[in-house]
């Protein structure tokens, strides 16, 4: 459910990022691989550790990821596909 191409507007600098999580939960950011790990993973969350420490936590409604949270940042981001068949 939490595979699939996102993304995601930074409202500081205008920029849209695009979140990539392949089937095996490894994540991409702007076409960058993020060395990691999958902390927890349910129905209504994907927490994933950085290697640098930070947390990225997607949540999700109804089998849909809605936003992420960066740690690093502290800053949570509202999510959308990057499928036009998903709005």
């Not at 990691?36 to 409604?61: K, Q």
Request: aromatic share 10%.
């Amino acid at each position: 459910m939490f595979a699939g191409e996102w993304q995601f507007t930074d409202e500081n600098n205008s920029r849209v990022h695009h979140l990539h999580i392949q089937v095996d939960m490894s994540i991409s950011l702007d076409g960058r691989a993020l060395p990691g790990s999958v902390l927890n993973l349910n129905e209504r969350e994907l927490v994933f550790l950085d290697s640098y420490g930070y947390h990225l936590r997607i949540d999700a409604i109804d089998g849909h990821p809605i936003s992420v949270y960066d740690e690093a940042d502290d800053r949570v981001y509202q999510l959308s596909s990057c499928d036009s068949d998903h709005k």
